[in-house]
Nanobody
Framework: QSQLVESGGGLVRPGGSLRLSCTVS????????VGWFRQAPGKDREGVSC????????SYANSVKGRFAISRDNSKNTVFLEMNDLEPEDTAVYYC?????????????????????WGQGTQVSVSS
């Protein structure tokens, strides 16, 4: 059975950086749009950044624009989220998710409603 697996989370000081990775076992990611979502305690899950299957289209939440960068290496079956200049407000569990839908047909390409397959999440904590 295919499974998405996130890695790269951890504890970092404000202003620090982390790189999250999302891989899949038992399938290939290159036909899926992939998104990174996060959920902080007491808050709703929100879309952080998403990327089309080809990598040609990306989307970012306003709160992370200029600080985060999403990319994918389909030859390695991996999607990355490079997170720089981290802030305490970025503290959350980060999930990657995959959607078989074409980016162009999605109403909102970075809405969690568009994504069918989810990983277990990785904790990111930003604190001094």
């Amino acid at each position: 059975q295919s499974q998405l697996v996130e890695s790269g989370g951890g504890l970092v000081r404000p202003g620090g950086s982390l790189r999250l990775s999302c891989t899949v076992s038992g399938a290939t990611l290159d036909v899926y749009a992939v998104g990174w979502f996060r959920q902080a305690p007491g808050k709703d899950r929100e879309g952080v950044s998403c990327i089309s299957s080809s990598g040609h289209n990306t989307s970012y939440a306003n709160s992370v624009k200029g600080r985060f960068a999403i990319s994918r290496d389909n030859s390695k079956n991996t999607v990355f989220l490079e997170m720089n200049d981290l802030e305490p407000e970025d503290t959350a569990v980060y999930y990657c998710a995959a959607s078989p839908r074409s980016w162009l047909w999605m109403t909102d390409p970075c809405s969690d409603k568009e994504y069918d397959y989810w990983g277990q999440g990785t904790q990111v904590s930003v604190s001094s």
